[in-house]
């Protein structure tokens, strides 16, 4: 298995927070590929965090980057996709994210599937320990897959670029595949990073695009807060649990 971190002007933070919970898992640095935006980004991510991991120039621009993630491993390749800033993830089990991780990759092979996700707010008492196989978001701030270059062209958003990948998964595969008893424990809609350019005006003209894409899966929503979202009308195949 493999571990992707896209990251951009986050150096300390991707220290303090993602590498640091890997480690306290017991992944090996080894697995973990920091994939920046230029050589000068390489150059900042060197030297605070020295020789430890692997470091890739890629592209700037989150979906640029997700793209240039799946060309970089060969097919079939075992990837756990984290942002660089996760704090921890939030699990009612008392397994090591490391096992959960495992036999998630494991689903995937029983069900003939390529992605799974979590589920997808920083809340764990909405979650639940079940495992579901059907048409649902799965959120990028860690999610795994089981690398195919049949989605190799470019995405036609940045902003949103994970519910149109949901999307295509499900359009390809039949499915996906969602563990609803974890939730990543970091801050959704944080500024800087690979989002850096995300406005509200932005998050909306991309939800509009995913939309007309796919309108016979999706439904275009305004929340409270102002953010634009797509919500993909929910199927479920398969309810089952973990272990």
């Known amino acids: 298995m493999e571990i992707a971190i896209p990251s951009y002007k986050r150096a300390p933070i991707l220290k303090r927070k993602t590498l640091a919970f890997l480690e306290s898992e017991g992944f090996p640095n080894t ?11 390489r ?20 979906a640029n980057q997700r793209l240039f993630i799946r060309n970089y491993y060969p097919e079939g390749t075992h990837v756990l996709s984290m942002d660089d800033d996760i704090r921890r993830i939030k699990c009612l089990r008392s397994e090591s994210f490391k096992s ?3 036999k998630l990759f494991e689903l995937l092979e029983q069900e003939h599937l390529t992605t799974w996700g979590l589920y997808p707010c ?4 909405f ?24 989605l190799l062209a470019y995405s036609p958003v940045n902003d949103k670029e994970d519910v149109w990948y949901s999307l295509k998964r499900i359009e390809q595969d039949g499915a996906v595949l969602r563990y609803e008893g974890a939730c990543c424990d970091t801050d959704f809609y944080a500024a800087g990073g690979l989002a850096e350019s995300r406005t509200l005006a932005s998050e909306e003209a991309a939800a509009r695009v995913v939309c007309e894409l796919f309108p016979d899966s999706t439904k275009f929503v305004v929340k409270k ?3 634009a979202e797509v919500k993909i ?11």
């Open 225 to 227: 807060n102002g953010h």
């Open 43 to 62: 150059d900042i991510y060197r030297q605070e965090l020295g020789d430890s991991y692997k470091l890739v120039v890629g592209f700037p621009g989150i």
């Open 122 to 125: 920083n809340n764990l008492y």
């Open 100 to 102: 959960i991780v495992e």
């Open 127 to 150: 979650c639940k320990d079940r495992v579901l196989v059907g048409h649902l978001y799965i959120i990028a701030c860690c999610m795994g897959f089981i690398n195919r270059k049949d």
């Open 233 to 243: 009308k929910r199927k479920i195949l398969k309810n089952f649990s973990l272990f």
């Open 31 to 41: 697995a973990i590929t920091i994939f920046v935006a230029d050589e000068n980004e």
